[in-house]
Structure formats: structure tokens, C-alpha cells
């Protein structure tokens, strides 16, 4: 596989105007677990090894604050920063030891449409386990964009990611063997699309599925499965605003792998995935994922 410089999606962090509530909502009926609390913050575990998957932050609304990534090695970390701040990426912190309590070094950067991102190398790692029906880790973050395109430049020039496939509306980037970690969405703005998180297989997806119905939270968009990248998928609206899929069976890829184009990925009229079960989206759920935004204060 290709020498990455990023090795993993790690983790996002989201402001929340309701702080209280959405920790009980991501502990109580997600199935995630506190890993720490800091200076206001909530840090939030899945089952695998990250030390943390989602942070939540007091704030007026609910926005996207950052997407934190994990380098491949200090090297890799300090050789990301330069080229981001070449590429004209404003800077929020330059590399040094990490105020998170997970650890390691970090930097963070804003990417020239908006979104902050971190880069994080030897932070603390955990052992994981495997639950049914609770995520392992996150499996994307899908970012909307007024300009596909050239944001997904930015990530394979300056980020060293690989364009996996691209619909017509998508632009699906890997950095590891998962099919995608990040996905470009077209927008008429630019911020959260949806966060995605990994589920241990078919089976979970739906008993999860079934646990956010029975507290009162319909699915938004599935069960159904994708195209690019293969993985089931349900995707639900959380307290606040921000949507959030369950999803597996993601496709796992090398570089024999060929990209694909938008008229490789179309479906006959009225289906939305590749089963033909899944029902149109709910008004509820594409309303979420237009609204929103990046945090505009340095991170």
C-alpha cells in the first residue's frame, strides 16, 4: 500500500450548545464511553484503540471545531506542517506537545476553505475491545465544499491522500487500506456533511439501528448499502443537529485499486443505494447536513 504520510482518521470535535445533553446522548444511546474531561471538554471512546473518537465542546451552536488525523511518524507530522503552512493553510499551532490529554505532538491548522484540522503523532492508545452494537472507531468525516475539486487537491498534494473514487457529487480520499477516511461533498457551503462510525459488522449496524429507534431517534437515511466504498450504512440526526451514520463492511483497498468515475456510480430511477431498499432520504436529515458549519474561532 502506499506510503501515507497520514495514517488514520483519529478523531473530531464538535461544539454543542447543550453539552450536558449530548454526553448522555453519545454515552446512553451512541455507545460511546467518557474517556476525559478537560478544561470543559468532553473526550469520548469508541471500542478500539484510539484514546478518544469525538470531543464535544460548550458552545452556541452546534459547528465542526476540527478533524484530527494521526501522522505515520514524527517525521511524517513535522513534514505535514510545513507543507501546509507552503500551501497557505492559517496556522493555529505549530508543532509541540499536545494540551490534549491523550497526548503526544500536535499542530493545527485551518485549510484555505475553513475547516480546522490536527495532526497528531504518539498519543496514547488503549486496548480495544469488540462489543456488539457499539463503533470500534470512526470510519469517516464527510466535509461539504463549494469547491470539490480544489480542496480535493489540497488533500492529495499537500495531505498525501489518494482520490479512491468520485461520483458525481463525492470526492472519496483514503490514507490507509479503508476505501475512504474523508469525503468532499458539493455544497453551497462549506462544513459538516456527517461523521461515520465504525460498527463491527452487518449485525451491529442494525441492532444499533434498532437501539436509537426504541429511544426515539428514526433513521434518517438507510439501512441501505453504498456504492464507493461498499459499507452498509444508517444515518440518524444526533440532539443538536449534527448527523451521524453507523456503518461497516467498509471496502478495504490497495493500489491495484483503480478510481472510478461519476458515470460509474449511478443508480436506476428511485434507488439510492445498491440494494434498492433503502427509502429516499428524510427532509430532516439532508436539512442537518447543509447546517452545520465550521467553527470560525481558532481552535
Known amino acids: 500500500m502506499s506510503d501515507f504520510p497520514v495514517a488514520a482518521l483519529r478523531s473530531v470535535e464538535i461544539t454543542t450548545p447543550h453539552l450536558a445533553g449530548s454526553v448522555d446522548f453519545y454515552t446512553g444511546v451512541w455507545g460511546l464511553d467518557i474517556a476525559a474531561e478537560v478544561g470543559g471538554t468532553v473526550y469520548l471512546a469508541a471500542m478500539g484503540n484510539d484514546f478518544h473518537v469525538l470531543e464535544l465542546t460548550p458552545g452556541e451552536a452546534t459547528s465542526l471545531k476540527k478533524v484530527s488525523f494521526r501522522a505515520r511518524s514524527r517525521e511524517d507530522l ?27 505532538e500536535s499542530f493545527v491548522v485551518r485549510e484555505p476553505q475553513g475547516c480546522a484540522m490536527e495532526f497528531v503523532h504518539g498519543d496514547r ?58 469525503v468532499l461533498a458539493e455544497a453551497p457551503g462549506n462544513g459538516l456533511n456527517h461523521i461515520a462510525f465504525l460498527m463491527p459488522d ?45 456503518t461497516a463492511e467498509v471496502l478495504q483497498i490497495d493500489d491495484s485499486y483503480v478510481a472510478k468515475g461519476p458515470k460509474d456510480w449511478v443508480w436506476p430511477p428511485g434507488r439510492t443505494d445498491q440494494w434498492g431498499i433503502a427509502p429516499p432520504k428524510s427532509d430532516a436529515c439532508k436539512t442537518a447536513q447543509l447546517a452545520v458549519p465550521f467553527t470560525t474561532a481558532r481552535a
Open 78 to 104: 513535522h513534514r505535514l506542517f510545513d507543507r501546509a503552512r507552503q500551501a497557505g493553510c492559517e496556522v493555529i499551532s505549530s508543532p509541540a506537545p499536545s494540551p490534549a490529554p491523550s497526548g503526544g
Open 125 to 182: 492508545t488503549k486496548a480495544a475491545r469488540v462489543i456488539a452494537d457499539r463503533p470500534e472507531r470512526l470510519a469517516h468525516v464527510n466535509i461539504n465544499s463549494t469547491d470539490v475539486e480544489k480542496l480535493s487537491a489540497f488533500y492529495q498534494d499537500v495531505l498525501g491522500f489518494r482520490l479512491s473514487d468520485r461520483s458525481k457529487l463525492m470526492a472519496f480520499l483514503c490514507c490507509n487500506s479503508d476505501h475512504h477516511a474523508v
Open 202 to 246: 452487518l449485525e451491529s449496524v442494525m441492532r444499533g439501528s434498532g437501539r436509537m429507534i426504541d429511544h426515539g431517534y428514526p433513521i434518517g437515511w438507510g439501512v441501505g448499502r453504498h456504492g464507493p466504498g461498499d459499507n452498509v450504512f444508517a444515518y440518524f440526526v444526533d440532539p443538536t443537529g449534527a448527523v451521524i451514520e453507523y
